[in-house]
């Protein structure tokens, strides 16, 4: 999961298992997710989005899921290969537009080979 | 990285003195956004741009200014830089106010 503090929580995953990256969102009327993986060095890069009236939406060896009663958000990555060893973000937006976009401050992914 | 340029990658400046950090891109994207990035803290919005000459605040916008004179450029101006704005600074693009793309950022150091 995600908390609010200096030090990034980190999950550290071996090579070709399955990796769950938690999400809590704060505003209930968030309607848009995304999630952004930055290597280091590098500016975030978007990978998946999903809308509030989803609860489930996949990618190629990703899938995010949505849970609005929890307020809660997940990234899954199948078969965690080294490349995906990054921080990710995820993103809530309120409506109003990409600028009522709040960001958590990450989880680091390990990936052991 | 989607078309987007920042520049310069690195810049070091005393206290004090005006930096302009300058984002180019060239998918003709409307939405421009500049972040500043701290550890703990995430990306946080300094100031946004929904059109040539249109502008608005983000939520760490004071000490800052921008301008957008032609869709492919938005500058970020620190007035007289304070060591409070060292920092990693990203500008992203975003064709429909959804997903952003990010350049590859800016570290700034005031001293």
């Known amino acids: 999961g995600e908390s609010v503090g200096l030090h990034l929580p980190t999950l550290s995953v071996q090579e070709g298992d399955n990796s769950i990256i938690n999400c809590a969102y704060s505003?209930?009327?968030?309607?848009?997710f995304i999630w952004y993986k930055q290597e280091s060095g590098k500016g975030p890069q978007f990978i998946i989005d999903?809308?509030?009236?989803?609860d489930k939406r996949q990618g190629q060896r990703v899938t995010v899921l949505l849970n609005k009663t929890v307020k809660h958000l997940s990234l899954q990555i199948a078969a965690t290969q080294p490349g995906d060893s990054a921080v990710y973000f995820c993103a809530e937006n309120r409506p109003g537009g990409y600028q009522k976009v709040t960001f958590g401050i990450g989880t680091k992914l390990q990936v052991i080979p | 990285d989607a078309g987007i340029t920042q520049s310069p990658r690195h810049k070091v400046t005393e206290t004090g003195t005006p930096v302009t950090l300058r984002c180019h891109q060239t998918e003709n994207h409307r939405y421009m956004y500049w972040y500043r990035q701290d550890p703990g803290h995430g990306l946080r919005l300094i100031h946004y741009s929904y059109g040539v000459k249109d502008t608005d605040k983000g939520e760490v916008s004071d000490g800052y200014s921008v301008s957008r004179s032609k869709t492919e450029d938005f500058l970020l101006t620190l007035e007289s830089a304070t060591s409070s704005q060292t920092s990693v600074y990203f500008c992203?693009?975003?064709?429909?106010?959804?997903?952003?793309?990010f350049g590859q950022g800016t570290r700034l150091t005031v001293v």
């Open positions: 505003n209930s009327a968030s309607d848009y």
């Open positions: 999903i809308r509030s009236n989803m």
């Open positions: 992203a693009i975003s064709p429909a106010n959804t997903e952003a793309f």
